[in-house]
């Protein structure tokens, strides 16, 4: 493996270390890379900032969009300490992040507590046989914002 990818996933892991001392969030650290430069860079911080979205690809992300003032991450690559969970990944596709680095598997996270399994049990199933009670209701106007949206002429589409 390239030495710089090395070089990437070592400061994530120690990132996700040095995080666990702090109290303030779950062992996990990200960083995302643009022509051999991080520019963003995020450590869970669930616990700190009372946020079940504050995982450390999505902080990272932010800051990424921040620093460069641009929603799309096209041309970066993300480096994480962990294999991305189901939101975070997902994130990582919004964001339009060109590929995909980890130190450790979603079954090392399981095995100290952090288990995501059950989601991605959970998303292929329909509505009406999950978890968490889901429906939709019946709005006339429930397309209306789509609709502005589609007639809208000058807007920034992602």
């Not at 702090?22 to 860079?41: H, N, S």
Request: net charge negative.
């Amino acid at each position: 493996m390239c030495t710089e990818h090395k070089k990437f996933i070592q400061e994530t892991v120690r990132m996700a270390a040095e995080n666990v001392d702090t109290g303030l969030g779950g062992p996990f650290g990200a960083i995302i890379v643009k022509d051999g430069t991080i520019i963003g860079r995020g450590v869970n911080r669930v616990t700190g900032n009372n946020d079940p979205t504050a995982h450390a690809e999505v902080m990272a992300i932010r800051q990424a969009c921040r620093n460069i003032n641009n929603f799309c991450l096209d041309d970066t690559t993300i480096y994480t300490s962990c294999e991305p969970c189901p939101m975070c990944l997902a994130a990582i596709y919004w964001a339009r992040i060109g590929g995909i680095y980890f130190a450790s598997t979603n079954a090392d996270a399981a095995k100290a507590g952090f288990d995501d399994s059950y989601i991605y049990r959970e998303i292929p199933l329909p509505l009406e046989k999950r978890a968490i009670p889901i429906s939709q209701i019946d709005c006339p106007d429930g397309f209306m914002p789509f609709k502005k949206w589609m007639e809208m002429e000058n807007k920034t589409k992602y």
